[in-house]
């Protein structure tokens, strides 16, 4: 490591009764092949050995600052920022690791575009014994604005982004009233001034375990619309915004709503399962993986109770087409689990639903059901013969 006043990078490593993990964060950055940075470990008041351990087996070779009580992510990483010297800011995660050419290859790429003002990179997610579960790549770069509304693309957490120090005096910190998904906030901010690229190459290992703040599903969910309420209200007074702010909204809480189902927190799904149709009554729920009838049975539930309470006349027209669509989606995955009766009974609710504009997509599946491939096929090309004499 290059000791000087001003280092190219400063590396900010917040940590809180972490000892167990700590110290292979720390190594993998004394490990990068890139050497000219600054280690800053930012313990928010810990009650373990950490400051001891750190100082001896480290010594200069980090900046130690411990805080007298305990803040939170958000504001350790900012008292981390205030303090750094770096042109640039990469923050590291004191459960995650970095492989060696991390900062080397973020570097090298931003150094290259000045006009970008955050770098990062993909990713593999491991387990306890650090086995790699799987990969996650980066898939958005350039003006992404408008994507990460929508969705955090930076993955792998903060530990994959590498930021100009320089641009945070105009976009701000860390959000310290998020109690997570503060990461997504900040990129947020950053995307709508400046350029985005990342490295297409899993340069970060990112642990699953227990203590990981995204298994915190309330947590996830609260921050989650926090972030949306932040930005999306005053974009949404354009009109082209204002549909595509409800399906996002729908959405999430549909992907939250699973989430609480596979919990078995049933009240909490049935919450957001609603509050996503009141959002956008004809956004389609999918219906996926094991126990299908018992999550079939779960989600016709809600839709039957939104529908019977809706009084909007605009929308209830609409309630044939949602539950056409909800039935077809259904019968798909029953047919994909080799479930035949509950694939035609599904298809019978949705003719039962379209009546008398049943969609020929769904005639021939259904008859193709019962009289085997081979005959469906010939009615099906006997009609189209049928069809073009007519044009004729």
Known sequence: MTIKNHPITSIIIPTYNRLHVLPRAVESVLNQTLKDYEIIVVDDASTDNTKKMLIEKYGVKIIYI?????EGLSAA??????????????????????????????????EKNPSLGLVYCGCYKVDRDDKVMSEIKPTKKGYIFDDMLCANYIVGSASAALVKRELLVNTGYFDENLTSLEDWDLWIRISKFHEIDYVDQPLVKY????????????????????????????????KKY??????????????????????????????????????YPLNRIYIRGEDLQG?????????????????DH????????????????????YYNHREMHNYRRCLAGAFRCSFPRVPLRLSIPFIKSFLGKTLADRIHNVRKRLMKCREL
């Open 207 to 238: 642990k699953m375990h227990d203590y990981n703040m995204s298994k915190n599903i309330l947590n996830m969910e609260k921050s989650t619309f926090s972030v949306f309420n932040k930005y999306w209200p005053e974009l949404s007074k354009d």
């Open 66 to 70: 411990g805080k007298r009580r305990n």
């Open 242 to 279: 204002e549909e595509k702010k409800n399906k996002l909204y729908s959405d999430h809480c549909i992907s939250f709503a699973w989430r609480y189902y596979h919990m078995g927190e049933r009240d909490d799904f049935e919450r957001l399962l609603f509050l996503a149709l009141e959002y």
């Open 314 to 333: 605009k929308l209830i027209d609409g309630r044939k087409k949602a539950y056409t669509s909800q039935y077809i989606q259904l019968a798909g995955e």
């Open 295 to 311: 999550k079939e049975k779960a989600v016709f539930s809600m839709f039957d109770k939104y529908w019977n309470q809706c009084v």
């Open 77 to 110: 990483r900012n008292t981390g920022i205030k303090s750094s010297r770096g042109k640039y800011i990469a923050f590291l995660d004191d459960d995650d690791v970095w492989l060696p050419k991390k900062l080397e290859l973020q570097i090298d790429l931003i």
